[in-house]
């Protein structure tokens, strides 16, 4: 079970940090961040290996968000900084028993329920 938090409202270059609570050990799990915009396909945000040594950012956010876990509170982090109106979306976390960071959405196979994150200008 995984349980997203820390979406809200935030104005153009400001910053949120999200947070992913896992049921089991993080580092039995590669843990990714998705997004979803309204009228608009789940994308790739961020990902990180069960072991933390690899993580994998979309082009889009790369400089500005930085995804990071700590294993003794099974929680996967998301810092989002300089935000733009364009991240915009439903934030939801996955995990993958993948030993890898995969950044496409079938190979996670848990979900949690998302977290809105509304950036204005």
């Known amino acids: 079970q995984l349980q997203a938090s820390g979406g809200g409202l935030v104005q153009a270059g400001g910053s949120l940090r999200l947070s992913c609570a896992v049921s089991g050990r993080t580092d039995s799990y590669a843990v990714g961040w998705f997004r979803q915009a309204p009228g608009k396909e789940r994308e790739f945000v961020s990902s990180i290996s069960w072991s933390g040594g690899s993580t994998y950012y979309a082009d889009s956010v790369k400089g500005r968000f930085t995804i990071s876990k700590d294993n003794a509170k099974n929680t996967v982090y998301q810092q989002m900084d300089s935000l733009k109106p364009e991240d915009t979306a439903v934030y939801s976390c996955?995990?993958?028993?993948?030993?890898?960071?995969?950044?496409?959405?079938?190979?996670?196979?848990?979900w949690g329920q998302g977290t809105q994150v509304t950036v204005s200008s």
């Open positions: 996955a995990a993958s028993h993948s030993t890898i960071a995969p950044i496409k959405s079938y190979w996670y196979g848990y």
